[in-house]
């Protein structure tokens, strides 16, 4: 059963417009949250994360939100630009297993411009 | 820096041979962790360890063994290869006493197993 899920395969946005990729969790001790972008032939790079004492995490164009009685974070890049195009992972972590990542499959990310 | 280097980042092997994946950090993180990619799966863990001399399990451990004799190396060993080992392996590491599970990941190795 997959504790972490980006129900979402894929999503295409215009340049300048916002782009939200959302996540959905069932593990309740899931404490901390990140985000990674993937590029083709790449490793996952890391984007943005949050605590879950908090309910929203700021990085330039970059926000996350978490809504922990949802069990649901969001991404949000605004505003979206050509580079951006790339496989958006979302991952978790629980107290007591810090460092072992449990990985949403992931949304390809368009950005036209 | 570095960071964290994958070899070879690319390999086939054919069904039954055994080789092992490379990975080094220069970053001096005591947490190292494998992961394979498959298509519509995400990544999933394989094994990990919390420094050197000590490993464990992940999600999916099956089929590989991983040994830790020095922080910077950590090394993924296929015993006998399968197809179903076909995929793309991330190496990362970690430094967990930052307080957070901020990841390093490696380029990837592509592996097909014949």
């Known amino acids: 059963d997959q504790q972490v899920k980006q129900n979402s395969p894929s999503l295409s946005v215009q340049e300048g417009r916002i782009s939200i990729l959302n996540c959905d969790y069932t593990n309740s001790m899931f404490d901390y949250f990140l985000w990674y972008k993937k590029y083709p032939a790449e490793g996952p790079t890391f984007l943005i994360s949050?605590?879950?004492?908090?309910d929203k995490n700021e990085d330039g164009r970059f926000t996350v939100f978490l809504n922990k009685s949802a069990k649901h974070l969001s991404l949000h890049i605004v505003p979206s630009q050509p580079g951006d195009s790339a496989v958006y992972f979302c991952a978790a972590s629980g107290k007591g297993s810090q460092g072992n990542l449990i990985f949403g499959k992931g949304t390809k990310l368009s950005v036209k411009p | 820096n570095a960071g964290v280097t994958q070899t070879p980042k690319f390999q086939v092997l054919k069904t039954g041979q055994s080789m092992t994946l490379q990975c080094a950090q220069d970053?001096?993180?005591?947490?190292m962790s494998w992961y394979r990619q498959d298509p519509g799966m995400g990544l999933r863990l394989i094994h990990y360890?919390?420094?050197?001399?000590?490993?464990d399990q992940g999600e999916v451990p099956n089929g590989y063994n991983v040994s830790r004799s020095t922080t910077e190396d950590f090394p993924l060993r296929l015993l006998s290869a399968a197809p179903s080992q076909t995929s793309v392996y991330f190496c990362?590491?970690?430094?967990?006493?930052?307080?957070?599970?901020?990841?390093?990941f490696g380029q990837g190795t592509r592996l097909t197993v014949v």
């Open positions: 970053m001096n993180h005591e947490y």
């Open positions: 360890s919390v420094g050197a001399g000590i490993t």
């Open positions: 990362a590491s970690t430094a967990l006493d930052r307080g957070n599970t901020e990841a390093f």
């Open positions: 949050i605590s879950s004492i908090k």
